[in-house]
């Protein structure tokens, strides 16, 4: 299996609408986002696209499996950051996301590298190399939303599932 990672920062009228936005720069926007506990399955490559997800499965309205992190703020000056990290076993693919938001860089960068650390000491296991990806921005004129999701598979209403291929 392949999850890809997208992220983006939007703007609104409304903080939904900065939300929404952001689904819909990363590809999501038509889908009904079902979160997971972030466990990453055996046998998954971990791919960051820059822009919406590629191929993203399923159709308007479907479940999409996902792990997502999301900041929205109105308020002029602050800011809003969102990031997914992740660690994986170099044997056998499986491995932990974690995902975090704040109103700083620092804090969700520093929030992942302990959150992971955490979840591996937890299950008394070292996957290794963490990898992140974190977005944010400021809020200038506009409410903004800073978005980083990683999507696993769709479902469509009768349970038929969909899931992105890896070509490796």
Request: glycine residues 10%.
């Amino acid at each position: 299996m392949k999850i890809q990672v997208a992220t983006a920062v939007e703007k609104g009228t409304t903080q939904l609408g900065a939300f929404d936005a952001a689904l819909n720069a990363t590809g999501v926007a038509d889908r009904n986002l079902i979160r997971l506990s972030s466990v990453i399955p055996p046998k998954t490559t971990v791919e960051c696209v820059d822009g919406p997800i590629q191929n993203v499965v399923g159709g308007w309205g479907d479940r999409l499996y996902v792990v997502y992190a999301e900041q929205r703020t109105s308020t002029h000056n602050e800011e809003a950051w969102a990031g997914i990290g992740w660690v994986q076993d170099s044997t056998d693919g499986k491995g932990l996301f974690v995902e975090h938001e704040g109103n700083s860089e620092a804090q969700v960068r520093q929030d992942i590298k302990n959150s992971l650390r955490d979840l591996m000491k937890t299950r008394g296991v070292d996957f290794g190399e963490i990898h992140m990806t974190v977005v944010g921005g400021v809020c200038k004129d506009k409410p903004i939303c800073a978005f980083a999701v990683a999507v696993y598979q769709a479902s469509d209403w009768e349970n038929n599932a969909t899931v992105l291929k890896d070509e490796a």
